[in-house]
């Protein structure tokens, strides 16, 4: 079983809405930053950061700050990452990843410490 279970991917069309979940039952999410990736189609592609939240901080990294949004749970168990007005070019893998409390973000693929198995979202036009 991994660290990180990533779950809400799924299909929507152009406008739609989808919120993503990552959870873990065995790493403390309290000593961690966690956040989102994502890996467009393509072999070659890389997965790059989305957005952060961890030890006060909490922020979208990018153009998509104005759709997207990344919330925790009251309990500290889940991350969310909240995606409105979904547009084609969203479509990628989404991955779940943790650093190190003391990380910036974004950070290197060398300084994830955990990864999730990820999760697809597609949209259509």
């Known amino acids: 079983q991994g660290q990180l279970v990533e779950s809400g991917g799924g299909s929507v069309q152009a406008g739609g809405s989808l919120t993503l979940s990552c959870e873990s039952s065995?790493?403390?999410?309290?000593?961690?930053?966690v956040g989102w990736f994502r890996q467009f189609p393509g072999k070659d592609a890389e997965r790059r950061a989305v957005?952060?939240?961890?030890?006060?901080?909490?922020y979208v990294i990018g153009s998509d700050e104005g759709r997207f949004a990344i919330s925790q749970d009251n309990l500290g168990k889940r991350i969310y990452l909240h995606m409105n007005n979904l547009k084609p070019e969203d479509t990628a893998t989404y991955y779940c990843a943790a650093t190190s409390i003391e990380e910036t973000w974004p950070p290197k693929s060398t300084d994830i410490r955990y990864w999730g198995q990820g999760t697809q979202v597609t949209v259509s036009s």
């Open positions: 957005a952060v939240i961890g030890d006060g901080i909490s």
């Open positions: 065995i790493l403390d999410f309290s000593t961690l930053r």
